[in-house]
């Protein structure tokens, strides 16, 4: 059964801190993965789109990896802001279009 | 980059009535649409995913009946929720797919749709 797992499933951190957000993916094959965010009430953005073979890709603060040997792909936001505070959802997409999504980390970054 | 619109943004209806909701691409045109829902603190949900021009094809477990479809356009798809009750309370998704076929095929989506149904 294809699945996205993410963790850790909540996560609070101080204004200015690092974090790293983890995917493990089973879905092979896959298109592209991608990481987006959501604020509470707003409907997903995307952040970054990758190819199963790219390593890694940036958005401002945010770099994500992939590593399509052991299934796992990472969301680093660098130097957090109030604002980064949402959910944070990794999305696999197989060939089918159907997209299979995590259940998302939600990240609260406080002052 | 994309943008996707929804209207409303949030709605309140009697139990018994119809609400629909619309999705747009606005610069850009979209051959596939899907809308989603999306319960408090839970992932979003596919329920069901709109060619233009074709009848929707529904997940699993999602009334066609309740929730129509129709999408008439390549930048308007609406999703029509009829008989409303209260348990189809919840917060409705759309999105509309760009790049149709490569790789970096992707998904742009809508801020979402909040039902309220009394």
């Known amino acids: 059964k294809n699945q996205v797992e993410q963790s850790p499933q909540s996560l609070i951190i101080l204004e200015g801190k690092n974090c790293t957000l983890q995917c493990n993916y089973t879905v092979s094959p896959f298109s592209n993965l991608r990481w987006y965010k959501q604020d509470t009430g707003r409907g997903p953005v995307s952040l970054t789109i990758m190819t199963f073979s790219e390593n890694t890709k940036s958005n401002g603060r945010y770099t994500a990896t992939l590593d399509a040997d052991t299934k796992q792909s990472s969301l680093h936001i660098t130097a957090s802001q109030l604002s980064d505070s949402a959910s944070y959802i990794c999305?696999?997409?197989?060939?089918?279009?159907?997209?299979?999504f995590g259940s998302g980390t939600r990240l609260l970054v406080r002052p | 980059g994309a943008v996707v619109s929804q209207h409303p943004s949030w709605v309140i209806c009697k139990s018994g009535t119809s609400v629909k909701i619309e999705c747009r691409s606005l610069?850009?045109?979209?051959?596939?649409m899907f809308w989603y829902r999306q319960f408090p603190k839970q992932s979003l949900m596919l329920m069901a995913t709109?060619?233009?021009?074709?009848?929707?094809?529904?997940e699993q477990g999602v009334e066609k009946d309740k929730f129509l479809i129709n999408h008439a356009s390549l930048t308007l798809s609406t999703l029509t929720v009829t008989s409303a009750h209260p348990e189809d309370s919840s917060f409705y998704i759309c999105?509309?797919?760009?790049?149709?076929?490569?790789?970096?095929?992707?998904?742009?989506f809508g801020p979402g749709t909040r039902l309220l149904v009394l």
């Open positions: 999105s509309a797919d760009t790049l149709a076929g490569t790789l970096q095929e992707t998904q742009y």
């Open positions: 999305v696999v997409s197989p060939p089918s279009y159907k997209l299979i």
């Open positions: 610069d850009f045109q979209a051959t596939t």
């Open positions: 709109s060619n233009e021009g074709s009848k929707a094809t529904y």
